[in-house]
């Protein structure tokens, strides 16, 4: 299986900061990588696909890159609504997996 | 917009069984292939199955396989999850969502609580 590593678990921050979350794969995985935005109690939101691709209706402050094995969620400008736990999900191979999570609070 | 509703998550004894359902609305369900994933109470997100558009090619994790069956009916627009010898490691949230050929999981059910425990 590959296994998703995510850094930081958990991050402080203030609104209008910058924040950058880190994705690292076990094994080589292209561009197949989405990111998701979760809030408590709520289902997961997909943010990014194909590492970079932003989906519709989602801010233009976030945006991804990478490939390979390492990849990156970048959030400019953090917003109030933007405290969140975010995950990255690789789709190379079977099973699909998932990153441990990293939660986004406000300093 | 498509939008997922899922259903049927329950208290159950270890060793029992449960059903959930899935159904669909506001995109071409038989379109997509269809995904189960859950999460337990404080953990991070685990992907269970999914199962392509027909019906004739399904994958599971290893931690559910002989256990879980996932099935669809497209007439119906709706996806279900048979789970057979539940143990308190399938205690979780479960969701649906469609999977698109590029790899995302978009939209994404509320989600149904299954709890395992005597």
């Known amino acids: 299986d590959i296994q998703m590593t995510q850094s930081p678990s958990s991050v402080s921050a203030s609104v209008g900061d910058r924040v950058i979350i880190t994705c690292r794969a076990s094994q080589g995985i292209s561009s197949w990588l989405a990111w998701y935005q979760q809030k408590p109690g709520k289902a997961p939101k997909l943010l990014i696909y194909?590492?970079?691709s932003l989906q519709s209706g989602v801010p233009s402050r976030f945006s991804g890159s990478g490939s390979g094995t390492d990849f990156t969620l970048t959030i400019n400008s953090l917003q109030p609504e933007d405290f969140a736990t975010y995950y990255c999900?690789?789709?190379?191979?079977?099973?699909?997996?998932f990153g441990g999570g990293t939660e986004v609070e406000i300093k | 917009e498509g939008e997922l509703v899922e259903s049927g998550g329950d208290l159950v004894q270890p060793g029992g069984s449960l059903r959930l359902s899935c159904a669909a609305s506001g995109f071409t369900f038989s379109n997509y292939w269809m995904t189960w994933l859950r999460q337990a109470p404080g953990r991070g997100l685990e992907w269970v199955a999914n199962?392509?558009?027909?019906?004739?090619?399904?994958n599971y994790v290893d931690s559910v396989k002989g256990r879980f069956t996932i099935s669809r009916d497209n007439a119906k627009n709706s996806l279900y999850l048979q789970m057979n010898s539940l143990n308190t490691e399938d205690t979780a949230v479960y969701y649906c969502?469609?999977?698109?050929?590029?790899?995302?999981?978009?939209?994404w059910g509320q989600g149904t609580l299954v709890t395992v425990s005597s």
């Open positions: 969502a469609p999977y698109s050929s590029y790899g995302w999981l978009d939209p």
């Open positions: 999900q690789q789709s190379s191979t079977y099973p699909l997996t």
């Open positions: 199962i392509n558009q027909d019906g004739t090619a399904k």
């Open positions: 194909t590492s970079s």
